[in-house]
């Protein structure tokens, strides 16, 4: 992909790996002729939203099936957790009858809140909490502090690591998102990277040098996030009980 990125269109299909005549024509053309960095702000967008809003919501939703003790807290956990075997085009049909009734095709939003919630966030998230120490909990309790200020100011910083693999997942989930934005948006100044790819597909079926060149484009932020997080990633799956 990256090679023929490079590629004039006639060199992309003769099977050699380094191109004859290396050009950047075809990324000045993905950034000139369409609306292509309309399509990285709107994926950049939806998947930075989703991630700060998501990490902030499963965080507490977690810190509270973990270690507050209410009746019926190990249901809600069991049936959050089943959620993991539903994929999403199995409720893609009520999904869309859902977003309709409020209103929310076409716009920002029907791209943000239903992927606001994922099972494997809050189960990740609950297993770093229980491994936290009962002790800093009850030192906290007898000083004072109410669940809020432990969960702010001992729970949040102890899990930064946890945060940002998270952050990571979640943000690289949104970002390749495909299905969903296909389903939902019509408008062309609301269409994400990967259905801006898709349609370079259809209108420029025999010129795969623009497809590669926006595809090429499209994973660097993926590469860049992932090489600067690795380590978060690794430590927080062997600190989240993982195997």
Known sequence: MLTSAFKPADEVTNGSLIPAKPTFDNFVYVFTQVPFLRYLFNSFFVSA???IVSLWLHSMAAYSLARLKFRGRDTIFVLMFSTMLITLPAIIVPLFLVVRQLGMLDSYLGLIVPALFNAFGIFMLRQFYLSIPNEL???AHVDGASYWKIYWRIILPLSRP???AL????FLANWNAFIWPLTIIADQ????VQV?????QQQYASNFNYVLAAATVAAVPTLVIFFIFQRQIVESI???GLK
Request: aromatic letters at 12%; zero cysteines.
């Open 49 to 51: 939203i989703v991630t």
């Open 162 to 164: 946890v945060l940002a």
């Open 238 to 240: 062997k600190t989240s």
């Open 137 to 139: 909990e009850e030192a």
């Open 167 to 170: 952050a990571v997942f979640f």
């Open 189 to 192: 100044n609301l269409t994400v």
């Open 196 to 200: 801006g790819i898709s349609s370079f």
